[in-house]
C-alpha cells in the first residue's frame, strides 16, 4: 500500500528526513498493479523505481524512474516515465 505524507506549513523550505520514503510498496486496483521501489544514495538522494502491470501482472503498462534529491532550496522530485502505447482494435 502507497504510504501518504502531508507536509506541514512549518516543514515547507527546510531540510528533512526523507528516510521514510525507503522501501517497497505495493497499490492493488482493478486496473492492475502498481509497484514501487525507494533506495537512498547519500544524504540528500533517493532513487525510486515504479512499474505498473496489467491485472494479470503478464505485460507493463509503463515504469518510472524517480529522484528526490534535498537543496538548500528546498525538495525536488524528478520523473522519467516510459509507456508502453496499447492499441486494441
Do not use: P
Not at 502531508?6 to 528533512?16: F, P, Q, R, T
Not at 505495493?26 to 515504479?50: A, I, P, Q, R, V
Not at 491485472?55 to 518510472?64: C, G, K, V, W
Amino acid at each position: 500500500m502507497l504510504r501518504r505524507k502531508i507536509a506541514s506549513d512549518n516543514s515547507i523550505g527546510k531540510s528533512v528526513s526523507l528516510n521514510w520514503v525507503i522501501g517497497n510498496y505495493t497499490l492493488k486496483s482493478e486496473y492492475g498493479n502498481y509497484f514501487e521501489n525507494w533506495e537512498k544514495l547519500d544524504s540528500t538522494t533517493y532513487y525510486g523505481l515504479g512499474y505498473f502491470m496489467d491485472a494479470d501482472n503478464e505485460d507493463t503498462l509503463f515504469r518510472q524512474r524517480m529522484k528526490l534529491h534535498q537543496t538548500h532550496e528546498g525538495l525536488f522530485m524528478f520523473f522519467n516515465v516510459k509507456i508502453k502505447m496499447i492499441i486494441r482494435m
